[in-house]
């Protein structure tokens, strides 16, 4: 898997947009970016994927720079339940052998 | 079918006890994974099945794990003589290869939690 660098954790106000960075300067060209999260005391959720293109759904958006070496997830509006970690992972082969997940970015959304 | 199942939600056992897991996948996922995490770090990968197949083991299964998936459906992890060092958080994931963009596909259960005294 490509190596990927988050800081350790953030904070953000309720109901502001939370913006989590993660950079992943050996992605190789066919590596997808996956993010996931984890809550406390329950098993890491998907939230996002992409290869080049932005993308968005109804959790995050996803944009990721034009020479791919770096993404950024966006909560548009964050509420106290999206405190948790958030992994940013950039498997290799589609990461059907399992994913490395890393420390992740621990957020945490204060009132 | 709403998702992972895991059972038991934690487990308290001496140390040399044996211990087994139990996890039920979604049941249209061909794949099912085992991950173990301790305290502060991300989920470890420790092996995977496609169907009945196991098919990837990492170094950190030990010769006192063992894991089943005898049908290609529920899957039983299994550590024999336990130690303190096992402590963790043990995770299962299923997904299905069927799946585009396969990871998203991936469901985790809410985990076994093992506390070795």
């Known amino acids: 898997d490509a190596k990927t660098t988050q800081p350790t954790s953030m904070d953000c106000a309720e109901g502001r947009a939370a913006n989590l960075p993660c950079n992943h300067s050996t992605i190789s060209g066919n590596e997808y970016v996956y993010w996931y999260r984890q809550i406390h005391s329950q098993g890491p959720q998907y939230i996002i994927h992409?290869?080049?293109n932005n993308e968005t759904n109804e959790m995050a958006s996803l944009i990721i720079t034009e020479d791919r070496k770096s993404s950024t997830l966006i909560l548009p509006h964050a509420t106290l339940r999206d405190t948790a970690v958030y992994y940013c992972i950039a498997p290799d082969g589609g990461g059907a052998d399992g994913l490395t997940f890393g420390k992740g970015t621990h957020l945490i959304i204060q009132p | 079918d709403t998702g992972v199942s895991q059972d038991p939600r934690h487990k308290i056992t001496k140390r040399g006890q044996n211990v087994t897991f139990r996890c039920d996948p979604i049941?249209?996922?061909?794949?099912l994974y085992w991950y173990r995490q301790t305290l502060g770090q991300g989920p470890e990968f420790l092996t995977y099945?496609?169907?009945?197949?196991?098919?990837?083991k990492s170094r950190l299964l030990s010769d006192r794990f063992s894991a089943e998936r005898p049908k290609g459906s529920f899957s039983t992890l299994e550590i024999q003589r336990t130690e303190q060092g096992d402590s963790a958080m043990y995770l299962c994931?299923?997904?299905?290869?069927?799946?585009?963009?396969?990871?998203?596909?991936?469901?985790f259960g809410s985990g076994t939690r093992l506390t070795v005294v």
């Open positions: 049941s249209e996922h061909n794949r």
């Open positions: 992409g290869l080049k």
């Open positions: 994931a299923s997904s299905s290869t069927s799946a585009l963009g396969s990871f998203y596909g991936y469901t």
């Open positions: 099945f496609q169907n009945e197949a196991q098919l990837e």
